[in-house]
């Protein structure tokens, strides 16, 4: 395992305040985004949307890495020129969604287990070789009536934890994602509880499996109420029980936190980033990032819808939402900021 390449990848990505820019759709789920607006689901909508973002002018200044998806990650501009250089020549680390999907985990109902560890060493020395330096896989927790179960924690953190170690032998910085989802009505502090334990156990297994803890970066959700909970606590409430959260379980030899938005509209991810690094940036062992999709993609994607016309608006709109989180991580994303 080269240690140093693995530690130095990992602190650029959550150096300068910048963050991951995630557009590791899959195709199914690509295209639910894309009917939703009317754009044609083609192979070349996905790749002139892909274009669209990393020729995004300034990108860089905001964004460290962007999570590129199989398909992605082997196309090319109009001109030619591979989306990898394009990425690399904006001072943005290519970066690959590694993991097969969250699939039903058998006589767990309402439960899954993300699958694509066989065959896993083969590619991701692919990936390597196409220039990407850092990998993503999303483990998926439900919180429900009797969920999560303890084997369904296990299993995903098990998984999570094979996959850093592989990642780190290929020479790849593991983003570990486990994502205890928002779909429910469960209050803030089951979601906090769920969260806890599912972050004790993957830490568990990344030091019981080898993993370096300096050669990766956490994916981890916003502890939240559920979408559907009526109690919704305040930006800053919800600041303060996800560090506490993250303090209690996160060693502090990882060098960068980045989460995911999960399904919040984009201004509320971003405050709530905001929130978290004005009450705590300066006691934190680790940096607090983003590692969004929809809530840097979505505003953007609306004003494309499909048409070269919309291009250079949608762009506007995406390096907005990149700057708003970059402001987010110094604790400087105001309301005036938002406007601009
Ligand atoms: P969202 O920010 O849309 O939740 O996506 C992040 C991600 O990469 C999901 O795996």
């Not at 607006?37 to 890495?65: D, K, M, N």
């Not at 990650?73 to 690399?88: A, N």
């Not at 060693?251 to 978290?276: D, K, T």
Request: aromatic letters at 4%; proline letters at 5%.
């Amino acid at each position: 395992m080269n240690t140093q390449n693995l530690t130095d990848t990992a602190k650029t990505l959550a150096a300068n305040d910048k963050g991951l820019l995630a557009m590791d759709e899959s195709n199914p789920t690509c295209h639910k985004r894309f009917a939703k607006l009317g754009i044609p689901q083609t192979v070349e909508a996905r790749r002139a949307y892909r274009e669209l973002i990393v020729t995004t002018p300034g990108l860089g200044e905001s964004i460290s890495g962007a999570i590129l998806y199989d398909e992605t990650i082997r196309q090319q501009k109009k001109d030619g020129t591979p989306f990898v250089k394009v990425l690399t020549d904006a001072g943005i680390i290519p970066g690959i969604k590694v993991d097969a999907g969250a699939k039903d985990l058998a006589g767990h109902p309402g439960e899954k287990i993300t699958e694509g560890l066989d065959g896993l060493r083969e590619r991701l020395l692919e990936y390597f070789q196409m220039g990407a330096r850092f990998a993503k896989w999303r483990a998926v927790i439900a919180i429900g009536d009797g969920i999560p179960s303890r084997s369904c924690i296990e299993v995903n953190a098990h998984a999570l934890a094979r996959y850093a170690a592989l990642c780190q032998e290929a020479g790849l910085v593991p983003v570990v994602e486990p994502e205890v989802l928002m779909d429910g009505d469960h209050t803030l502090e089951r979601c906090r509880a769920a969260t806890e334990e599912v972050l004790r156990t993957v830490f568990n297994q990344l030091n019981f499996q080898r993993a370096l803890l300096e050669g990766m970066i956490l994916k981890p959700n916003m502890v939240l109420p559920g979408l559907i909970c009526p109690m919704q606590e305040s930006v800053d409430a919800v600041a303060d029980i996800t560090v506490n959260c993250l303090l209690r379980t996160i060693p502090a030899a990882v060098p960068g936190i980045a989460f995911l938005s999960g399904g919040q509209s984009a201004e509320l991810a971003s405050a709530r980033l905001n929130a978290m690094n004005v009450r705590f940036k300066s006691r934190l062992p680790w940096a607090l990032a983003f590692s969004f999709a929809r809530a840097i993609q979505q505003p953007a994607l609306e004003i494309w819808q499909g048409k070269e016309a919309n291009v250079q608006a949608a762009q506007q709109a995406l390096l907005h939402r990149a700057r708003c989180n970059r402001a987010a991580r110094r604790g400087e994303c105001t309301a005036a900021l938002e406007k601009t």
